[in-house]
């Protein structure tokens, strides 16, 4: 696949760091402004004493519409997996007003690990919704790299797939 990965370990705690970064393959656009959204996998913290976590992010480049009836800082999006039904997730605004963090990422890396495509919606702010469309190839290659290096436990894709009724065509 396309990802970015870096890797850094802490000298303070031992601890391993990856991130992995993928571009949109789709430029969305706003009123005034257009980019191509970065989707970012990120485990941290984990050393053989206790399991690091993972972050799940999407930078939009652009200044996102509030869900108006969840809290402050919550943005609604929807993401599809494949040709599998769209899913409406709140997830939390980051302090730049352009990304998001999923509230549950161990569920989504999941569903993704079984996936062979995402489309991620979302609506910036004053202007009307678009999508952006990441190509997963080689997620099943970062998550494992993922799941050693930073101890965590191992995601139950092909469960949760199963439980849900996925597919990936």
């Known amino acids: 696949g396309n990802w970015e990965i870096s890797r ?3 000298a303070l705690t031992d601890s ?8 949109s393959n789709r430029e969305v656009t706003s009123k005034n402004f257009s980019s191509y959204p970065l989707l970012q996998l990120q485990c941290s913290g984990g050393n053989t ?7 799940v992010a999407i930078d ?20 599809r997996l494949d040709k599998n039904k769209a899913q409406r997730l709140i997830v939390r605004e980051g302090t ?10 161990e569920t989504l890396l999941g569903f993704m690990a079984n996936s062979e495509n995402m489309l991620f919606e979302f609506t910036p702010f004053n202007s009307n919704s678009d999508y952006a ?19 965590h436990r191992v995601v139950e894709a092909g469960l949760l797939a199963q439980a849900n ?5």
Do not use: H, W
């Open 133 to 151: 469309d990441f190509k997963l190839n080689g997620i099943e290659a970062v998550l494992t790299e993922m799941q050693t290096s930073c101890y």
């Open 49 to 55: 004493q206790s399991p690091g976590e993972y972050k």
């Open 8 to 10: 850094n370990t802490s």
């Open 165 to 169: 009724n996925l597919s990936n065509s």
């Open 96 to 105: 730049n007003s352009e990304t998001v963090f999923v509230t549950n990422p």
């Open 60 to 79: 939009t480049g652009l200044v996102l519409t509030p869900y108006y009836e969840g809290e402050i800082g919550e943005v609604a999006i929807n993401i």
């Open 16 to 23: 391993m760091t990856i991130v992995a970064n993928l571009r």
